[in-house]
């Protein structure tokens, strides 16, 4: 019997097998969890219809999370298949790619900053709002990911990085509005993974070298080591954990950085 048997849950923000939410379904999956999925747009949808086939669901609906009413179809047409579930995932981040590299400064524009905020940020306020009247009485949780650049200027990640801090914060604003209503709210930050959203990324390979230089584990981190951690989260071995924003990132937000003997 899996930590997740007799759970329902929703996962938005699978593009591919690379996914973090692909580690997070394999995961919830293993661990007896009943899953539907959304996607973003018509060229992912057969994608994400197949990897649902693998995990033994057929509920794959439309979401793009820049707009209200998708939101809310897509809450819609889930409910005509469970009538509530326990668990929302969001794996979702998006900044125009000129956001995202050179001098933060030189880069970063108001319209930029505001699509980095609305589609990785308020769409889990959005997404909350959407599942609430389903989540009600489940004692469920909402899960999103982070990343450190929350916590530190990494090179790069600029704007991407003021949207996680305040992705960050939602999740403790969330956390007290979801509490009263039996409800968790948690984040994981996650270290470096080569996902779709990761393959654009000058230097991501760098980055990664960067981590497992610094990091205590002395590696990067996988998908699946995400999910297992997700299915943790999600699971009522975790009734008393809220607001809290959970590292699997082999060690590297513990460390100063300074590796006197790099392996
Ligand atoms: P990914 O490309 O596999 O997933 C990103 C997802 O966001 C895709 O499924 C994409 O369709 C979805 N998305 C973007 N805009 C959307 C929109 N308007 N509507 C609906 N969906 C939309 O990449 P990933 O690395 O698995 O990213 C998932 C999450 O993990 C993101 O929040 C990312 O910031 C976070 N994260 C990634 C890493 C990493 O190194 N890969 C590290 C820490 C945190
Ligand atoms: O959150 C992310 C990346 C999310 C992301 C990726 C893209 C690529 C394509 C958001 N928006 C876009 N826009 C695009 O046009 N990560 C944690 C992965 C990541 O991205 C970086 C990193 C790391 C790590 C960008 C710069 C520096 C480090």
Redesign the pocket.
């Known amino acids: 019997m899996g930590i997740l048997s007799g759970k329902k849950a929703l996962i938005v923000g699978l593009a591919s097998t690379r996914s973090i939410a692909y580690g997070i379904a394999k995961s919830f999956h293993e661990q007896g969890a009943s899953l539907a999925f959304t996607y973003q747009n018509d060229k992912l949808k057969s994608r994400v219809e197949k990897i649902a086939a693998e995990f033994d669901s057929h509920l794959v609906f439309p979401c793009d999370v820049a707009h209200d009413d998708a939101i809310t179809s897509a809450m819609t047409e889930l409910q005509k298949n469970w009538p509530s579930f326990d668990a929302l995932v969001h794996s979702v981040?998006?900044?125009?790619?000129d956001q995202?590299?050179g001098d933060f400064v030189d880069h970063a524009t108001r319209e930029g900053f505001g699509i980095?905020h609305d589609i990785?940020v308020y769409s889990l306020i959005a997404l909350t709002k959407a599942a609430l009247p389903l989540m009600e009485g489940t004692q469920g949780s909402v899960l999103t990911l982070s990343?450190f650049?929350a916590e530190k200027a990494?090179?790069?990640?600029?704007v991407?990085g003021v949207a996680?801090a305040s992705l960050e914060a939602t999740v403790r604003y969330l956390a007290a509005s979801l509490g009263p209503r039996g409800l968790r709210a948690n984040a994981i930050s996650?270290g470096?993974i080569k996902?779709l959203?990761?393959?654009?990324?000058?230097?991501?390979r760098k980055?990664q070298n960067a981590y497992a230089d610094v990091a205590p584990l002395q590696r990067n981190i996988s998908a699946e080591e995400v999910g297992n951690a997700a299915s943790f989260l999600c699971s009522s071995m975790a009734s008393g954990v809220t607001g809290e924003i959970l590292h699997v990132d082999a060690g590297y937000h513990a460390v100063s950085g300074c590796n006197l003997d790099p392996a």
């Open positions: 981040a998006f900044a125009p790619a995202i590299s980095a990785s990343y650049g990494v090179p790069n990640y600029n991407m996680k996650a470096p996902t959203a990761a393959a654009g990324i000058k230097d991501f980055i």
